[in-house]
């Protein structure tokens, strides 16, 4: 899994089930490493609803760090095997035995395993492997599991972050570049043993959920719909997920936001399309496409979360409100400040400005990305959720991101976390 990524300049080297909330108004070290992003400023933000008048009880509440690091997976002793690292935002949901399973995935995907989010050891049995099938239509390269939700524990629904890879399919990728030849998409696996072992939900392509209306295109990329954050539910019965986007051939990035009713069928989610979740995804080998636009989602308020705050939604208890958190950037006392931000909403649709959480070191911020230490995929989490799925938080919860101990393009990351606290003011 590549970081977020921007317009283009290549880089040096790259319990009980879920209590509703709020609803809704209306490969590693032989990878490419990340992309330098551009400059910050965002122009054009595509419209959106106007917001609810709904008075706001909290009008400036904050997020803050109330302590120190700690290392939750530590890969020089924990790994199982060299490919075993954090390498998504981690996810986490307890099953039918009590246990709690948290995944921070690879395309070779593990689990870690605790009583709770507090001690966690790694399982050395492999939940999932990438089939690498070399069919751009079948949607079924390198895979990731990237968002997880259950109702009882025993069954799971896992969205996949799938990585078509071209430049490594013979004659597939003239350009011979991981960039140029990246097509993403997200498609639908499931899990019918507790946890245990993953697959698609449907022989491919039958898992697609989400991709762009176009075919895979050497050249195009990096392109496509990709690193879907944690689903969460609503009170209206939805299942809700933010994901990014890379415009196909220009990669113009922005945040979408898709639902559905029923986790078991892939070609259920709806997009947001700027005016409801009326926006369907097509598959442009089998299904026939005659306004492309239409089946390409809106930005979800892009002036206030920017290009890629997608990583880690969570409803907090304590502001009664949802919580959006991701790597951006933004003026901070006269100065561009990259490193992991947050938000905040009532609908998921329209958001506070942005605010920093943590400065940090990032692959492209960096002097040395090829050594130098950098950070990556933030995500909140609650140890004392009632949720399941851990789609909660309270006054306290933990940051957990991972850190890039040797430069982005090598194996040795560990997964840390640091605790934060909820405010209702600023100060």
């Not at 011979?176 to 997200?186: G, L, P, R, V």
């Not at 969460?232 to 639902?259: H, P």
């Not at 933030?378 to 991101?401: C, I, Q």
Request: charged share 20%.
């Amino acid at each position: 899994m590549k970081n977020i990524y921007f317009p283009l300049l290549a880089c040096a080297l790259v319990l009980a089930a879920c209590s509703p909330v709020n609803p809704v108004s209306a490969p590693s070290s032989d990878a490419a490493p990340p992309l330098v992003p551009a400059e910050p400023a965002l122009s054009d933000p595509s419209p959106s609803p106007e917001p609810s008048p709904t008075a706001d009880p909290f009008p400036d509440p904050t997020l803050r760090i109330s302590g120190e690091e700690e290392i939750v997976f530590d890969w020089s002793s924990d790994r199982c095997a060299n490919h075993n690292i954090p390498d998504l935002p981690l996810r986490a949901f307890r099953s039918a035995d009590g246990q709690v399973q948290a995944i921070s995935s690879s395309d070779n995907n593990y689990r870690l395993l605790g009583t709770d989010l507090n001690d966690l050891t790694t399982d050395c049995d492999p939940i999932m492997r990438s089939d690498y099938d070399p069919d751009p239509s079948q949607y079924n390269d390198a895979e990731w599991i990237a968002a997880t939700y259950t109702e009882d524990g025993q069954t799971i629904y896992a969205l996949i972050h799938n990585e078509y890879q071209g430049h490594q399919h013979p004659g597939l990728c003239p350009q011979n570049d991981y960039y140029a030849c990246w097509d993403n998409s997200i498609t639908l696996g499931i899990s019918t043993d507790g946890g245990k072992t993953y697959q698609e939900a449907f022989p491919p392509p039958a898992h697609l959920v989400a991709r762009f209306p176009y075919p895979y295109q050497a050249g195009a990329g990096p392109e496509g719909f990709r690193a879907p954050s944690n689903i969460i539910k609503g009170a209206d019965g939805f299942y809700y997920n933010f994901f990014n986007v890379s415009e196909y051939q220009t990669q113009k990035q922005w945040v979408c936001l898709m639902r559905t009713e029923d986790l078991s069928q892939p070609g259920s989610w709806r997009f947001w399309n700027g005016a409801g979740f009326e926006g369907q995804f097509l598959d442009p080998y089998r299904e026939e496409i005659n306004t492309p636009g239409d089946h390409i989602c809106a930005p979800i308020d892009q002036s206030a979360i920017g290009h890629a705050l997608n990583d880690s939604i969570t409803y907090n208890t304590y502001l009664d409100r949802y919580l959006l958190v991701g790597i951006s950037a933004d003026s901070v006392d006269n100065r561009e400040v990259w490193g992991f931000y947050y938000a905040f909403s009532d609908d998921l649709v329209h958001w506070t400005d942005r605010k920093l959480l943590l400065e940090i070191t990032l692959p492209w911020t960096v002097e040395f990305p090829g050594s130098d230490i950098s950070h990556l995929y933030p995500s909140v989490l609650d140890p004392e959720s009632p949720s399941r799925n851990f789609e909660t938080t309270g006054k306290t919860a933990y940051l957990y991101f991972t850190r890039n101990n040797f430069g982005h393009a090598s194996l040795d990351r560990d997964l840390i976390r640091v605790p934060v606290e909820f405010f209702p003011g600023a100060e």
